[in-house]
């Protein structure tokens, strides 16, 4: 037999689009098995009928209420959020215009939750201030969304070191002009013109045909995990390049992707749409923080490891110190807060239609360690399930200022935020007419929740003798 002929590029590209699109397909098929989990995201995705958002676990509401739910444990953390660290702030009704009654707490104390269908879960709700809130926002969509950070813009769009959002502030405040400026104004793609004749732009503004809409499986075209691809649109979606976040659904079985498997980035679009830095910064879905994720194979780089934001190890570490005061040694959620180092977070900007799908966040080494989650903005409905899709999942309402830890057997469990709910902006989040500079945060907001979420990556004694070689690595993992 004679050798076959090399494949073109063009050749090659076609044949992987092709392979992607098979994969979609059967992570389409998959993706529609009716498990319990599954069920519970098809109820709050759709917007008609409305779901009933009661249905959630709100751990804001009165005790007596909250308390009737045997399942339900409450404990009075040893210090307030704020006495754990300063950057929690202090909330005060004073201060504060347009924070809750139930928000300054009558008796002075603070909380944490466990809910017994989820061992391993903590619950500290109004963990923030209003004004610690505001300080965190303007961190997240300011200085984290910055290089060497990297976001979903970084696929398609040569993004400048200054970051999407000081362009917006500076055309918003004129010192920019989208006229004059604008080869400065606008971010400019990477691919050229004729490289590649497909992209995730087009498809941006055309979520509210189906029930359900406005899934982050076609706005965040960059978290593979949580894609949900649809069928009903295949014939559209046939034209497209499902990006970095798109590959496959996560299966109850997906193992993590070992480490010497190559990570290749996904081709940039010549699709993306070029625009003004107000609506650039809309399409921004994700940062990573510390060591940076590649969300293809859903694995860590380990060799790039951006400088951890200082603020943010002080917080996370304030917060498991928090849950050692109420799972101290002998508790099974006990994990000393000494030995946690934040080593790797996520940012997720989502519009109000957006969502993510169930998934298990299963790459880093070190599962001991309790995941920190931060929210931000609008109220959202998170599902809580087990070890697998089979176990039906808890909704639980995450506030803005309200802080999700996940150890234990918890931090393995599928969770996912299918609905971001309308209308639950706090005010102290809107426009403040003590301070102007705030509007143009209340403005993104006032269409958007964000999380932060925190991790480690290695486990404690490793910390410091870590290096990026993969045997490192595969010594550590094995
Ligand atoms: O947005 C959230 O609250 C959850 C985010 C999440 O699950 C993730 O980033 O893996």
């Known amino acids: 037999m004679p050798d076959p002929q090399p494949l073109s590029n063009r050749q090659r590209k076609i044949l992987e689009r092709q392979a ?37 676990l709100d751990f804001r509401q009165p005790s007596e209420k909250l308390l009737q739910d045997p399942k339900i444990r409450k404990v009075q953390l040893k210090k307030r959020m704020g006495e754990f660290s300063e950057l929690f702030g202090v909330k005060d009704r004073e201060q504060d215009a347009g924070l809750e009654d139930k928000e300054a707490e009558e008796d002075g104390r603070e909380y944490a939750y466990f809910h017994s269908d989820h061992p391993g879960l903590i619950y500290i709700p109004f963990g923030f201030s209003p004004s610690a809130q505001r300080k965190l926002i303007r961190a997240c969509l300011k200085e984290y969304s910055r290089h060497p950070n990297k976001s979903n813009l970084d696929t398609h769009y040569n993004v400048p070191d200054c970051g999407v959002w000081d362009l917006h502030e500076r055309v918003a405040n004129g010192s920019l002009s989208l006229e004059n400026d604008k080869d400065e104004a606008f971010v400019p793609r990477k691919a050229k013109a004729d490289e590649q004749a497909n992209g995730y732009g087009s498809d941006d503004d055309d979520d509210d045909s189906d029930n359900g809409s406005g899934d982050q499986s076609t706005k965040n075209k960059d978290r593979p995990t949580e894609k949900e691809p649809r069928p009903t649109k295949k014939a559209k979606s046939a034209t497209k390049t499902p990006s970095v976040r798109t590959l496959v659904p996560e299966t ?28 650039l910064i809309k399409k921004m879905r994700w940062i990573t923080l510390g060591y940076q994720y590649h969300w293809p194979s859903k694995t860590y780089h380990f060799d790039q490891n951006a400088p951890f934001p200082k603020e943010l190890c002080v917080l996370s570490k304030a917060v498991v110190e928090a849950v050692e005061s109420v799972a101290g040694p002998g508790s099974p959620w006990h994990y000393p807060a000494e030995e946690f180092v934040a080593e790797a977070g996520v940012v997720n900007y989502y519009q109000l239609k957006d969502r993510l799908m169930g998934h298990v966040d299963r790459s880093e080494l070190n599962k001991d360690a309790p995941l920190v989650s931060f929210s931000f903005g609008h109220s959202c409905i998170y599902l809580l399930g087990g070890p697998t899709r089979e176990t039906a999942p808890t909704p639980v309402l995450l506030q803005s200022g309200d802080i999700l830890v996940m150890t234990g057997p918890c931090r393995a469990a ?9 209308n639950t902006l706090p005010s102290y989040l809107q426009a403040q007419s003590d301070d102007p500079e705030w ?23 490793k910390n410091e003798s870590t290096s990026s070689s993969s045997s490192t690595l595969a010594s550590l993992s094995s």
Do not use: C, W
Not at 40 to 54: G, I, T, V, Y
Not at 439 to 461: F, G, H, T
């Open 414 to 422: 599928f969770h996912g935020v299918p609905r971001i709910i309308e």
């Open 439 to 461: 509007d143009i945060y209340a403005e993104y907001l006032s269409e958007a929740r964000i999380n932060l979420n925190i991790r480690q990556v290695y486990p404690p004694k």
């Open 20 to 56: 992607e699109r098979n994969r979609e397909m059967a992570a389409a098929k998959r993706a529609d098995t009716r498990t319990p989990f599954r069920e519970a995201e098809l109820q709050f995705l759709s917007r008609q009928p409305q779901p009933d958002f009661s249905l959630a």
């Open 252 to 279: 109850d079985q997906t193992p993590t992707v070992p480490e010497d498997v190559p990570k290749t980035d996904p081709e940039p679009s010549s699709q993306v749409p070029i625009l003004p830095p107000s609506q």
